[in-house]
């Protein structure tokens, strides 16, 4: 089965901009998860989704981040306006059953 | 509060030699433990997990990780270590909300 596919890979913008985040999440998985990861740490969620409802959104910096799972499916996370600390890989994640949790290949995302 | 501990930032190995990954937890209830492998610009690779069940799981790539409850540990093994395991390893695990709570990682080194 495919896996967990994300876009762009790596994206390089200015501070005050704005950026968006796509992934699609394996077929079939209801649950959907946004995780931001600094280099050298562990992940740190901060969206969790349920078919297209937020089950969790306790961690994400409401004043500049969103994230919507229109249909379910296919989900975006937008951050307007980027700070230098927003700098990290972002990470998409999604779970069948609850249990493990399978992560796509994340997008670099620097902000200078 | 739940949480898990990775004490070692890093463990070097030679080739051929086995190789352990600490791993200890707090959880309410019955743990739900994870492994979680990242290659070098790559996205999370599940490994393995407990549920419930023989103490000894085994998993992707050669690995096992062996369960102790009263040690609360949950230490990722490999009887003869390959180069290319080297990468950053990650012990979670699940809280009642089906969420990872994550280990700060370890990153394994193999030495040739």
């Known amino acids: 089965e495919a896996g967990v596919a994300q876009s762009p890979r790596y994206k390089i913008i200015e501070k005050r901009q704005s950026v968006a985040f796509w992934c699609n999440p394996i077929?079939?998985?209801?649950?959907l998860y946004w995780y931001q990861q600094i280099l050298g740490q562990g992940p740190k969620l901060l969206i969790q989704?349920?078919?297209?409802?937020?089950?969790?959104d306790s961690q994400l910096p409401k004043d500049r981040f969103s994230a919507e799972r229109l249909k379910g499916v296919d989900s975006t996370l937008k951050i307007q306006p980027a700070k230098l600390e927003d700098s990290a890989v972002y990470l998409c994640?999604?779970?069948?059953?609850?249990?493990?949790?399978?992560f796509g290949p994340g997008t670099r995302l620097t902000v200078t | 509060a739940q949480s898990v501990a990775q004490p070692e930032d890093q463990v070097n190995v030679a080739e051929g030699n086995p190789l352990t990954v600490k791993c200890t937890y707090s959880?309410?209830?019955?743990?739900?433990l994870f492994w979680y492998v990242q290659y070098p610009n790559r996205g999370l690779q599940f490994l393995l997990k407990?549920?419930?069940?023989d103490n000894l799981v085994k998993g992707s790539y050669g690995f096992e990780a062996e369960f102790n409850k009263s040690q609360t540990s949950f230490h990722l093994k490999k009887p003869s270590a390959l180069v290319s395991d080297s990468a950053l390893y990650f012990c979670?695990?699940?809280?009642?909300?089906?969420?990872?709570?994550w280990g700060a990682g370890t990153k394994l080194i193999i030495k040739p």
């Open positions: 989704f349920q078919n297209n409802g937020v089950v969790d």
């Open positions: 077929s079939g998985h209801a649950t």
């Open positions: 407990y549920i419930t069940g």
């Open positions: 994640a999604s779970s069948w059953t609850g249990d493990e949790q399978y």
């Open positions: 959880v309410s209830g019955n743990p739900y």
């Open positions: 979670a695990v699940r809280d009642s909300n089906y969420q990872l709570i």
